[in-house]
């Protein structure tokens, strides 16, 4: 019999993945911690047995958490990270010229560690001294409640709404965020399945419209995670994703994305009838 | 310990549905045919182990391989569906007023007879009587080669390439589509996926490039196929899927999807960086 690793979901269902062998475990203050090579995936970091990113399909999320705002906002200077331990998305966000300050807030130092020492392709960015980047093991809730910074995109990396993340999809949470976005500032959050999560995604949207002139949603569509279908949340102060959005500055970016394109762009915000009918009354715009 | 379904899938993970009991087992000559109450997912068809459809997403499958070819053609009169004998592509292609006659061609009547019985969120067109509705337990593959009849489109609802399907995806039986195509026809095919099954995604586009001057994909996300997304091949003699697209001719309609909607249309036609990479070269127009 192989080993593998399960992930178990509350809709009667477990995928189970075929590894080698555990690289890493360890039982943090906030959570279990794992990385596993498996057979068919490359590496896998599983947090409390939920699998976070695999190399093999890691570029999808990364590439769609962050290239969609960062080629939107015409003048993404300050980024600040909350989550991302993996390192995927500071190593994307870093990969734009125009960006000259990313701060990352990570609470758990053992997924950074994990990481760093076992998932190199994600961690590259942490582990790289560069004077745009600036890494914090905190709380960050905590971070942007008391930070003095004003950014021009937020980005909240984060798990599910179960442990550690669960403030990170609250009312307060956002409201401070609102307060440290520039005037014409954007976040992005992991905004869980449309399919699985139909309720985190009903709060999320109703906490940004009460903030926020622009609200969409944004999906994309990854291997390891269940159903496949996933979103992220897109909440703007001016800019807007489909109106504001320029191949030109794409074409200027000079990136290449094995996920991301032009027309991947403008499609992640179309949204299938079932999504609209959950969360289409509180977008806006 | 519960019961359970489990899918394998070659890439090293499998996924397992808890299930209540079984409903109908039986070996065709052609494949083992099972319906299973699931505890998530409601009822479930499966072929040989592979989950064809659930209650719970099947309407994703159905409304893609459906609605976006018969709204791009503006006059689907004459529509014949190869396979699909869980009949819910047959239900969908009947609430187009437009369709005067619908030839479904199944192989495997052990299918037809599951879902008649187990299945009839799906099977109800299989079980009513209906003067634009004939089916025919027969091979598809000598069907087409052998009807005297036109079609304006040609939806083939197949399993995967292994098995009974596997001709249907070759070189011979779409030049034999080709040939009992109106000359403004279309045919829509189930394609895969695009992280799983690059390599057959690539002979069929080459398939169909060699045959038809316009050839595109378009992809879509249910919940039970391994991935999650999901693709469609679209060939056509005529018709553009985006530019022959009418959002009057939707309204004229006046159908009621769970899944699709205009914006899904045109965003499914949107293909990710890796899968361009794989057949961008072979799409037409």
Redesign the interface.
Known sequence: MSKFVEER?D????????IDRVLYSKRSPFQKVEVVQ????GRMLLNDDLVMVSER?E??YHDMIVHPVLLTHPNPRRVLIIGGGDGGTAREVLRHNKVEQCDMVEIDGCVVEACREFLPVTAEALSTPAPRFSLHIDDGVKFIRETKNEYDVVIVDSTDPIGPATPLFGREFYRDVYTHLADDGIVVSQGESP?YNAKTQHTMVQILAELFPIVRYL?F???T?P???WSFSFASKKWHPLRDFSEERMREANLK?????A??H?????????Q?DNIGAFLKE
């Open positions: 979901n809709n009667f269902f477990s995928v189970r993945y075929e498996t057979k068919g995936h399909d570029f999808v399919y999906n569509t990854n291997l995670y159903g496949g279908l994305f094995r996920y991301y394109n027309d991947i403008r499609a992640a915000f179309a949204l299938p009838s079932f609209l």
